[in-house]
């Protein structure tokens, strides 16, 4: 497997904390679009930081094992240094915005990194034109909505062409139709730009069409990794994280067991009506 960050015998705990992450190993593969999932406390913004950096060598803690993303590890690393390679987008995403227009928003990343006055302002067109401001860059940023900002965030880290991008439950302040454009617009950047995405989801049914691999995590431990044909059965036999899969899924994994067939990993209910009807299930059934 081609991966971009891989963890190994990774241990850690916060300063005032029991162990939060323990024995994680996991490889991400370059160019997937994985979805980490878990109950709430299992760990996953902890182990979103420890992706890029944050965890342990800015948050503090005692840790041990190693993660290296695109081959280097990240002990020694400045974390501004490790956002060149991967970009992080929190939940509270509000508190990485730290200017007063839109434009200068996007520039102040990448003047930080050192790009020069005249290929930060390029770029800065180019991450609003991405995800869909384009020409806001006078734009004072309580002008914009709530999902406006929040894809400003994103255009931020875009800015920087990070070859791996972490969100934290990007979509959790947004009503569906917020949620379902976001991620069409990550599906977009995935396709063109070849990005890995790495995203926290509570509600599966946004990333169905899209997501790749999956990690479940649980009190800490990581309980199933690797593409979602060959996780999903596994993750639905632990109890605790069924009701995590999408409903889709767990129906597939129960008619399985009922009726001892095999079906494919559906992607929406079309898919699932139209092969339930060709095997001669529920006849009457519409799409
Ligand atoms: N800064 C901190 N100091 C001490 N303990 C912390 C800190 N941040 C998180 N924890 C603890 O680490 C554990 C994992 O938290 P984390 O936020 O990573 O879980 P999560 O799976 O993202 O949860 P949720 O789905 O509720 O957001 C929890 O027990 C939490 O209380």
Redesign the pocket.
Known sequence: MNSVISVSDFYFN????DL?LKNVNIEIEKGSFTVII?P????????CKALTGIVPFY?GGDYAGEIKVLGESTKGKKVSDLAMKVGLMLEDYESQLVSLTAGEEVAFSLLNHGFPPEEAEERTRLALEDVGLPGRESYQLDELSGGQRQRLALASLLAVHPEIIVLDEPVSAMDPDGGESLYKLLDKIHKEHGTTFIV?EHRLEFVLPYMTDLIA?KNGEIMAQGHCEDVVSHIYEDKELRPLLPDLWQIKCNLEKGTAQKFSLWRSADEAVKELQSKGFGRGVRA
Do not use: E, F, I
């Not at 916060?14 to 904390?17: K, V």
């Not at 709430?40 to 182990?47: D, E, P, Y």
């Open positions: 916060y300063l005032r904390s939060v878990g709430s406390g299992a760990g996953k913004t902890t182990l948050s926290v995590v």
